[in-house]
């Protein structure tokens, strides 16, 4: 269920596996388990800390695409992901997003 892979994919946001985690998102949505709020931002952090900021990027969308509501821990993670690539223009255009 969404719980159990949320917890996977956290575990391996801690552990630096961002390919496995994205690998449990696309079983999720293979297994028609549904996939959260908490499912995408694990996701997207997974993803910034392997250094991945374009596969975050792709998951928010993806996220939006989905009609996930986002909340500010996700939106922090995609910011965070495209900060840390040198990607300000992103990072802005996304905060301007959450500000309204």
Known sequence: DTISFNA??????????????????????????????VTFGAAISACKTGGQWEQGLQLFWKMEQSNVKFDTFTYNAVISNCEQAGEWEKATRLFGGLMG
């Open 8 to 37: 996977a994919i956290s575990a391996c946001q801690k552990c630096g596996e961002w390919e496995k985690a994205l690998q449990l998102t696309s079983v999720m949505s293979q297994s028609k388990v549904e996939l959260d709020a």
